[in-house]
């Protein structure tokens, strides 16, 4: 995509600041730094969502994901890690090429992602996840 910041990153048309990658993924320094040691593991071939991945993209930055995050661990000794990755305007998504944000935490440190729960009885449970199983499809290629 010609005008995505993420491909141009990719190919070096962006500067970067690179900590790892693979045939499928790259991961980088997000320019924000929320906390310190804050990185971007995001697909090289254009995907604008979860939902476009390909099963080698997906496995590709799951795996880049759990090695890049031990070593932010052993580098910045954050007290937690969050996984955070939005789909969509409404999730929060500002970038549409597909990425995962690393992003070591400590106590206090504002960031703050409010869980409404609702508590459904069990037989809405049963009602949504009926929905979701009738859709699974085939496995991703
Ligand atoms: P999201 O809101 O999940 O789409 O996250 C997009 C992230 O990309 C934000 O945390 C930005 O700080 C980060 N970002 C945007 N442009 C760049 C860039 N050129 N280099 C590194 N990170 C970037
Ligand atoms: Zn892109």
Not at 47 to 69: I, K, M, P
Not at 121 to 137: N, V
């Amino acid at each position: 995509m010609s005008d995505c910041v993420f491909c141009k990153i990719v190919t070096g048309q962006m500067p970067s600041t690179r900590v790892f990658e693979d045939e499928h993924s790259l991961a980088f320094m997000d320019i924000g730094q929320v906390n310190p040691g804050h990185v971007l593991v995001a697909v090289k071939k254009h995907a604008d969502n979860l939902y476009a991945l390909d099963g080698a993209q997906a496995a590709a930055v799951a795996r880049a994901s759990v090695r890049v995050a031990r070593a932010i661990r052993d580098a910045f000794k954050p007290e937690g890690l969050s996984v955070y990755q939005a789909n969509g305007k409404a999730a929060g998504q500002t970038v549409f090429h597909y990425h995962v944000h690393l992003l070591p935490r400590h106590a206090g440190d504002g960031m703050e992602l409010t869980w409404p729960v609702k508590n459904p009885p069990r037989e809405m449970l049963e009602d949504y996840a009926a929905k979701i199983r009738a859709g699974l499809g085939k496995p991703i290629g």
